[in-house]
């Protein structure tokens, strides 16, 4: 099975940046589009960002123009650049093999106001 484990999250103020990333194992990752999920309390997890293993990628909305994602395949690693953060932007982020079963532990980011 494959193993996602993030990190990068932390405490940070509006305007502020923050990188996570997200290594892969278990798996072969160059094959597989990966994508970034997070979920805020009481609410639905939702879509950040996906990149495909061609490297194509596709944005929420809410984040356009402001996160990045991107990927390493000789380190199994997909990272999400965040920067402007907004209060919004405080949720649990979650790490996905792209439109499968398999994801991470998560890893929290606070945006203070």
């Known amino acids: 099975q494959v193993q996602l484990v993030e990190s990068g999250g932390g405490l940070v103020q509006a305007g502020g940046s923050l990188r996570l990333s997200c290594v892969a194992s278990?798996?072969?990752?160059?094959?597989?589009?990966m994508g970034w999920y997070r979920q805020a309390p009481g609410r639905q997890r939702e879509f950040v960002a996906v990149i495909t293993s061609a490297g194509a990628t596709n944005y929420a909305d809410s984040v356009k123009g402001r996160f990045t994602i991107s990927r390493d395949n000789s380190k199994k690693t997909v990272y999400l650049q965040m920067n402007s953060l907004k209060p919004e932007d405080t949720a649990v982020y979650y790490c996905?093999?792209?439109?499968?079963?398999?994801w991470g532990q998560g890893t929290q980011v606070t945006v203070s106001s």
């Open positions: 996905n093999v792209f439109n499968t079963a398999s």
């Open positions: 278990g798996t072969i990752f160059s094959n597989k589009n």
